[in-house]
Every structure is written in structure tokens, then in C-alpha cells.
């Protein structure tokens, strides 16, 4: 893993502790394994520029959230950054390279508490008509690109998620197509049912395509060709979307914001919560309810009641 800690055999417990986190995480190419390996790494890196002295221990880690907090990291990211953590001691409790007393002291080590609540950025209804038909549907690549815009907001899939979609996913399941078998955060698995706009988009790209299985979003060259079978990655998929929204003067807009237009525009339209969640594969309800501002009404709000006239 490259994480370098300070010291011999404590840093040895470390190492193959981060190791073993990363990897029950789903190792250092899935989503999660990723986030964990960058967390324990900057962890790691900060642990060895210290005295040297300082044990690992639940103070340790709160001097760490404390260094997190004078870099202006935010809240959220911070209590991200912690979990890993965490587990880290769990691990080294179970490998005998930590007391249990103490490796339970840093799991209680509580998060910063999070000051009112982030909203992120959404598309209007005119903002994503508009956005979905910016591709150009002549070529091999606007009609991927199109499947891959109306397949995020019409699904709500995570961009890692829509990467590693495959044609075999695509099922008719109770009448209705259906996106199956999805692989989430944690290892949860979903189907998302979708609308016949997705289904379109994405029979349009596989029939231009020629495509019957494997993955079903790949690379195309400028030569309007695909240029191998692997799929695409989480990054290109970024990239596609990062292209097109940039178009609109949306350049605040990623990935993650057109699953957030999902939420909300499913619950505008009268979808219950507790679908929402299950399609976005939330465990909890409480982080669906962030996502469409459920105690936040925008068409109905108490700035509206404030009647002010200027003068010219």
C-alpha cells in the first residue's frame, strides 16, 4: 500500500493493519477501498510526522481530527475520514498489535458535528431537458454519451455504479425494465427499476453499438469508434458528464448532483421516500431525506411571505 508510519515493529502492525482495512473494504480499486486507502494514507503520513513518541491511542486521533479541522476540512469529509480509522484499531486489537482497551477507546472517538445541512447543486426540469439533448445523436459517441446523462438522472446511479453497468443487467423484471443486480456502497446490492426514456436511450447506444454483452458503456476514440471491450471508468464518466453540463454554464455540476436531481425530482413528483431510498440504496432513510430537502420546501418558502417594494 506504500503507506510509510515511523518506527519498526508498531509500524509493521500498522502497515499490515491499513492492509487489511483497505482490503475487507473491497480492496484499492473498489469505490469504498479507495476512499479508505486515501484516508488511512494521509492518516499514516501525519502519524509519522510527529515525535514519534505519541502512541497510537484514542488522544492520537483526536489530535489528528483537530489538525483535520485547522485544514479547513469539512465536517463531513472529516467524519468519512475517521471510520477507516476506526477499523484500523479494531484490527490491530484482533492481530494482538493493540490492548482491546484501548483499540475500543479510539472506536469511540466521536465525529465533528455537522452545522446545518448541504444541499449540493440539482438540475431544474428545463436544465435537464436541455442537457440530455445536447449530444449529438448522429455519431456513435453523442448516442453513448445521451444513454449515459439520461441514464444517471433517470436512475440515480452512482457514476461507479453506471461504469460498471453490464448488458446483462438490463431485465424485464414484473413488467417493467429494470436495472438488476446492482453492486452499492458496502457491498449492497439493488435493482432500479427505470423509465422507458432510459430504456431508449441505452437500446439506441446498444444498437449502434452492436452490442449483446459485456459492458455497456465503453471508450470511443475521435475516430468515432470504440476502441477496446473494457468499460468505461468512474473518471471517463465524470469526464462525459463534466463536458456536456460545462455546455450549459453548469460548471458547479458533477456526477453525483445528477443523482441528486433524481431524489428530487421523484419526490416533486409524489414517489415516497421509502422508494427513493431504495433505488438511490441508502441504508438510511434520514440521508435520502437530505437529498431531496425534505423539510425544505423551495416553491413554498417563508421568504415568499416577505413582501418588500424598491424604489426605482
Not at 201 to 215: D, I, K, Q
Request: proline letters at 4%.
Amino acid at each position: 500500500m506504500e503507506l510509510v508510519v515511523s518506527g519498526d515493529t508498531f509500524a509493521h502492525a500498522l502497515q499490515a493493519a491499513a492492509a487489511t482495512v483497505v482490503t475487507k473494504a473491497g480492496g484499492p480499486t473498489a469505490h469504498t477501498g479507495r476512499a479508505y486507502r486515501r484516508a488511512l494514507a494521509d492518516f499514516l503520513a501525519w502519524y509519522s510526522s510527529q515525535d514519534g513518541v505519541t502512541p497510537f491511542s484514542r488522544a492520537l486521533v483526536y489530535q489528528y481530527r483537530q489538525a483535520l479541522i485547522d485544514r479547513d476540512v469539512s465536517a463531513s469529509s472529516i467524519n468519512q475520514r475517521l471510520v477507516p480509522i476506526r477499523t484500523l484499531a479494531e484490527e490491530m486489537a484482533l492481530a494482538g498489535a493493540l490492548p482491546e482497551p484501548i483499540a475500543a477507546g479510539i472506536e469511540r472517538v466521536k465525529g465533528v458535528k455537522q452545522r446545518g445541512q448541504r444541499l449540493g447543486n440539482w438540475l431544474t426540469a428545463p436544465q435537464i431537458n436541455a442537457v440530455v439533448n445536447l449530444p449529438n445523436r448522429q455519431t456513435m459517441k453523442g448516442l453513448r454519451d445521451r444513454a449515459i446523462l439520461v441514464t444517471l438522472i433517470g436512475s440515480g446511479l452512482r457514476r461507479y455504479e453506471l461504469a460498471a453497468l453490464d448488458v446483462a443487467q438490463l431485465q424485464m423484471r414484473d413488467g417493467r425494465w429494470t436495472l438488476v443486480d446492482i453492486a452499492g456502497k458496502h457491498g449492497r446490492i439493488r435493482s432500479v427499476p427505470i423509465n422507458t426514456t432510459v430504456y431508449v436511450a441505452l437500446v439506441a447506444w446498444l444498437t449502434r453499438a452492436r452490442l449483446t454483452s459485456g459492458p455497456i458503456f465503453r471508450a470511443i476514440n475521435r475516430g468515432d469508434r470504440m476502441t477496446s471491450d473494457a468499460a468505461m471508468t468512474p473518471q471517463a464518466v465524470r469526464d462525459v458528464v463534466k463536458h456536456y453540463v460545462c455546455q450549459l454554464g453548469l460548471d458547479a455540476v458533477a456526477p453525483h448532483d445528477l443523482r441528486r436531481t433524481f431524489a428530487k425530482e421523484a419526490h416533486r413528483n409524489g414517489v415516497p421516500l421509502e422508494q427513493i431510498q431504495m433505488s438511490l440504496g441508502h441504508e438510511s432513510i434520514e440521508v435520502t431525506a437530505r437529498y431531496v430537502g425534505k423539510d425544505q420546501d423551495f416553491q413554498h418558502a417563508p421568504s415568499d411571505a416577505i413582501v418588500m417594494h424598491l424604489d426605482d
